[in-house]
């Protein structure tokens, strides 16, 4: 078990929370991202996520490998949705389980940073306006720098902020 | 009976347009040295370089037979000269080295409709119709007409060809003798070639995903291609598909694996051309 999957159906958080319960563990983190209603001004209406499924899943698998081996902690889940989803759907699901609070709140961050920036997954947004478009694609033509990159990204305001739920709002 | 047929690359030019030595110019990973070589020897008894003497200890050059020009400074007409004049009684298939675009097929054409009772034969240029002098065979009689034509201080081969008694023969592949003379030349040849002159197409599978998958319209092809590396796949993908994407903004995946753009393609292999992602 790699720890990292894809989901075409609603994912259940309750079912993945209680996967990571180990009695060795003291600290329980969780990151729940969210489809919101707005993105740069538009309104949005529901999203679509289109992953390149093999890559996605080994790339995953390497990223949860690297945040067990980084922060010494014992559990971690990701699970990414992929389809059509509607406004307050969760888009990504990352929990870990340690023995004390603050790896398990560094693999966390961790493990959605890299999964963010490095997962073949695209998201195309429908708006209000009937528009639609491609998630950090439809703006950068323009943009000269790797857009793969981390700082490339948000430096033509194309990284749009899923997270809603703070990390660490369900750990004990 | 027909003298028996040698081979002669000329690589003693000054390249003085192209500015760099042309017979290490390389199209596809081979220079047009050993390109030219490649092709000659199988179809003559013996094959050589020609060189300027100060040439003669290059490495690619001294991989090879070499014939040293006796005479400076006069151009093409030199190499020939020498040949001549080393071997008196074979004739010679005369080469430019800088004919990226010759096949054997032209050279068969050439040998085949060869005039040994002629002083030469040679093919017509499908530019201006004159004799292509360095893609041509000169017969071992030719040799006192050369002689008697540079010590006239004659330089030209072309014009030598154009009065001397020779079997002129069309082209049947037009851009066979295309040369290459200057870097911007150089440059457009070696796109067109690409690696592509010696690769047979391969197939490949190409996976488009996201906004590429709408702008190709499809999310998956198979089709045959002669691209080296993903570059230029991407580069024949863009023409074909209409794809409105830069390189610079997308990453490479072969085999379900993060590639590199200059990663060798292999037949069978499955490309997919990523667009900045956006999980999470």
Not at chain 2, 5 to 28: F, P
Not at chain 2, 226 to 246: F, M
Not at chain 2, 247 to 268: C, H, M, T, Y
């Amino acid at each position: 078990m790699s720890g990292f999957s894809l989901s075409a159906s609603a994912i259940d958080e309750r079912a993945l929370r209680g996967e990571l319960f180990d009695p060795a563990c003291g600290g329980y983190v969780c990151f729940e991202g969210w489809v919101r209603n707005h993105n740069e001004g538009q309104q949005v209406t529901r999203l679509e996520y289109e992953a390149y499924e093999p890559l996605a899943l080994s790339e995953g698998a390497r990223i949860i490998a690297e945040a067990r081996q980084r922060f010494g902690v014992q559990q971690l889940r990701c699970v990414h949705r992929t389809g059509a989803l509607a406004l307050g759907e969760i888009a990504v699901w990352v929990g870990v389980a340690a023995a004390h609070r603050d790896e398990a709140f560094r693999a966390c961050r961790y493990l959605i940073d890299e999964i963010k920036h490095r997962l073949p997954i695209w998201k195309k947004e429908h708006y209000l306006s009937g528009d639609s478009g491609w998630v950090n694609c439809e703006r950068c033509a323009a943009a000269a720098s790797d857009p793969h990159d981390h700082g490339a990204a948000h430096a033509h305001g194309a990284a749009p902020e899923l997270r809603r739920a703070a990390p660490g709002d369900r750990h004990s | 009976m027909s003298a028996p047929l040698y081979g002669l690359v000329l690589t003693g030019g000054r390249s003085k347009r192209m500015q760099r030595d042309k017979a290490v110019l390389e199209y596809a990973g081979r220079s047009q040295l050993e390109r030219a070589m490649t092709l000659l020897e199988p179809l003559v008894e013996r094959c050589f370089v020609s060189t300027r003497a100060d040439q003669q200890n290059d490495a690619q050059r001294a991989a090879y037979a070499q014939i040293i020009d006796q005479l400076d400074d006069i151009g093409p007409m030199a190499g020939l000269h020498a040949a001549l004049h080393s071997h008196p009684r074979a004739a010679w298939l005369v080469l430019a080295c800088d004919l990226p675009f010759l096949d054997a097929a032209t050279l068969q054409q050439l040998i085949a409709a060869r005039a040994p009772h002629r002083l030469a034969s040679a093919l017509r240029s499908s530019h201006d119709g004159k004799p292509e002098p360095l893609c041509a065979i000169y017969e071992p009689a030719s040799r006192a007409t050369i002689d008697a034509w540079i010590a006239a201080d004659q330089r030209c081969p072309r014009k030598f060809l154009a009065q001397a008694d020779v079997q002129l023969l069309t082209l049947n592949n037009a851009r066979a003798l295309d040369n290459v003379n200057t870097a911007d030349e150089y440059q457009q040849a070696s796109q067109r070639l690409g690696g592509q002159a010696l690769r047979p197409p391969q197939t490949l599978t190409i996976q488009y995903f996201a906004i590429l998958r709408e702008q190709a319209g499809r999310s998956a092809e198979t089709l045959q291609s002669r691209a080296p590396d993903a570059r230029a796949l991407y580069e024949e993908l863009r023409t074909l598909r209409q794809l409105q994407l830069r390189p610079e903004q997308l990453r490479v995946a072969i085999n379900d694996a993060f590639g590199d753009w200059s990663q060798p393609l292999k037949a069978g292999d499955r490309v997919a051309f990523l667009p900045p992602v956006a999980g999470g």
